[in-house]
């Protein structure tokens, strides 16, 4: 018998190890991706089999901003649901899945759970105090309850008089400087300065003097920096070693910036609670009906609020004016009959009213409402998760804990809910027949049951009274430099907008 070399033994150890283990990796890996694509309960899902495996693909258009584009891209190809991710699924069948998604637990869905806001998709709040965006059921309609006397028509019509303020400096400092300068003007920052002027108001008592200085103010420049963080959280959630990889997947700075901002939003949210100013502002009246009826909010609560309410109730309505301007402005026959409108049912500037533009422009309510459909400020789908026991969803049985959304953008431009999706056509909302099997209900940009947007009246003002007093005022004109606008945003959970360069000439009358 040869004698065992000792020797040898020893040095052919480490690659039996490692052969073991590479190919062990090997089973796990092939036994993994047989599971995901073929016994996977969203196995039966459609969507493509690299999307199925990894969440890579996905991550990599979240970084890029492109999610809205692949996601539209991928229900051109698939159809109504998609499996976009390992665990996510979106949805673009309006009719069905925002009832079952968002909707209110009555008729068919009698018993059934609430799917809840999935905590990979919103980030945390940076007090610990969570705004009614993020709370649970039951802290949400305590914070709504509350909230809400801010936003009735009552309070609407009581704060005319402030929105009214912003619109007109807004329409006088335009004209100051486009009558000094032939250049052409960005008008989403215009748009920005105004919306955001009049949230801060509403909320602190002060604007943030954007339209007076001409400036973005340092703390909006912040949030927009602060709303990279989003994705970031995604990412952290379901990558948590990245965080350790400096700032290669994780955006540091963002998430710095995220904390400033919301130091300055608390200590200006207790500088205004201190003052007395007996005017039906925000914070007026959430603090005279705190503690009514089973609803009540404490002052961290009231903070996070109001950074929701800055960033909600301001970026979004801002966007979709901007929106609006470029796409009137391609479509030449659509502005001309806005204009005709405007023009032609108020006489003079005055008369431009919250009520007098509500009564007589029903042309321009459909062109808004258009742009809603065409350029959503919200594109991407807010994801909530299919609760224990699983659900369906269009059809779908899903497992508990799948992430799922219906993708507005997506769903919007789908020639599934709408004919000629690409197509600009406010007539579509004004009941033309060639439009009669349009899927409306699938439209629902302020989002859809217990916690859709609780701006929308105060949205649905601001546009029209700034639309009706911008078209009356000025011609537009589109900059060739930024033609090709729309193809140019980008999406990091809210549109990141280019320049939209206007040339901004005073309408003189006699
Ligand atoms: C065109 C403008 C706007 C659009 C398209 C829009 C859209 C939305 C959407 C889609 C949601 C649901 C988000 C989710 O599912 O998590 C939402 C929620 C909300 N929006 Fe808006 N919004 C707009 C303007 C405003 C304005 C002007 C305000 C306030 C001043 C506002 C305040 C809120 C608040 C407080 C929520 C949270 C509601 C809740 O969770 O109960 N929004 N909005």
Redesign the pocket.
Known sequence: MEPIELESVAATKPYMLFGTFAALSVVYVLVKTVHALYFHPLSKVPGPKINALSRIPYVRHLLAGTTVHLVNDLHAKYGDGVRVSPNEVSFINGETSFQEI?GFRTGKLKGKQNFQ?DPAW?APPMNGSP???V?NDAD?SRG?KT?SHA?SEKALADQEGLLQKYVDQLVNRLKEVTSASPEPVNMVKWYNWT?FDV?AD?LFGEPFGCLQDLRTHKYIDLLFKSLKAFRMFYIMKYFPLGKYLGNLVVDHQAIADRKEYQTWISSQASKRRARDMQRPD?MELIMKHNGEKGGSLTNDEIDS?CN??IT???E??A??LSGCTFLLLKNPAVYQKVKDEVRGCFESYGDITLDAVNRSTPYLLATLQEA?RYY???PCG?ERRVPSGGDVVSGYYLPEGTAVSVS?FPAYHSEKNFRDPEEFVPERWMGDPKYADDKRSSH????FG???????N??FA??RLIMSKVIWSFDFELDPRSDNWFKENRVMTLWIKPELAVHVKEVVRD
């Open positions: 968002y806001k919103y705004s009614i965006l709370a949400h709504r909230l936003f919306t949230i509403l925000f609020n929701l309410i909600a109730g301001s979004t309505t966007t979709l809603l959503p400020p919200v807010f507005h629902q940009p302020f989002s217990s916690r859709n947007c609780l701006g929308k105060l949205a601001e546009m």
